[in-house]
């Protein structure tokens, strides 16, 4: 018997979905970000790998980085932890091997930025140490099911744009790596107290397993959402996509 594929509306499944829980399971329902499977059941659809249950995956996908947003809260922090739960040694994680981690020379590292900012110019390590910096000891939560506790320090992420007079109305932040990675962060997640160019590690400089010469690091998103290796940064309002959002993860990724 050939099985029967039912087709999926997303606008109709997301509407359905919410519409069957009260408001304050609904909030929490958000809160926890929607998924396909999650609203499958709520429906009862049967939702296969055919382009419709794509389409809606796509619909549903571009929802969840509506509401995300909606609920972040841009002056909430991440919780920080004591010095004694930092995890020693910090797991690497890449979509490659250790040994395939890039290489890159200190002396003649220059970090682009470009898009809509007033100061284009190349910065070198050097005169972004001497920038002010912060630390943090927060939570890195991986999308795989892992996390662990770390202590990052760097330049201040908002301190940074608004030092290259970055417009702040603009909608997203781009990042280009070292590695082939690439991935962009929404503004207001841009400008959190919290978010960090990171140049060290646990106080020693950012080793090259965690990113050297510098990660973004940002505790209201998941770990893919953290991109290291940067060489270059730009502010755009055309949307970027990313590495791992092109193929299909949310876009917002709040953790």
Known sequence: MSKRIIPVDGDALTKEALSRLDQPARRLFL???LTLGGLSLLSGCAITDEPS??????????????VQAWLFDPNRLAP????????????FNAYYDEAQVPDVDAGRFRLEVSGLVADRHAWSLPELHALP????ITRHICVEGWSAIGRWGGVPFSLFLRRVGAD??????GFKCADDYYTSIDMPTALHPQTLLALTFDGQ?????YGFPMKLRMPT?????NP???QAIFVTNTYPGGYWEDQGYNWFGGS
Do not use: C, W
Request: glycine share 2%.
């Open 31 to 33: 809160r926890r970000a």
């Open 53 to 66: 249950a794509e389409k809606a995956l796509a619909k549903i996908s571009r929802f969840n980085d509506r």
């Open 80 to 91: 920080t932890y004591p010095e004694s739960m930092i995890a020693r040694p910090f797991p």
């Open 133 to 136: 910096q912060a630390d943090q």
């Open 168 to 173: 702040l109305t603009a909608k997203y932040v």
């Open 205 to 209: 400089t950012l080793p090259r397993r």
């Open 221 to 225: 998103k998941l770990g893919y959402k």
């Open 228 to 230: 290291k290796h940067i």
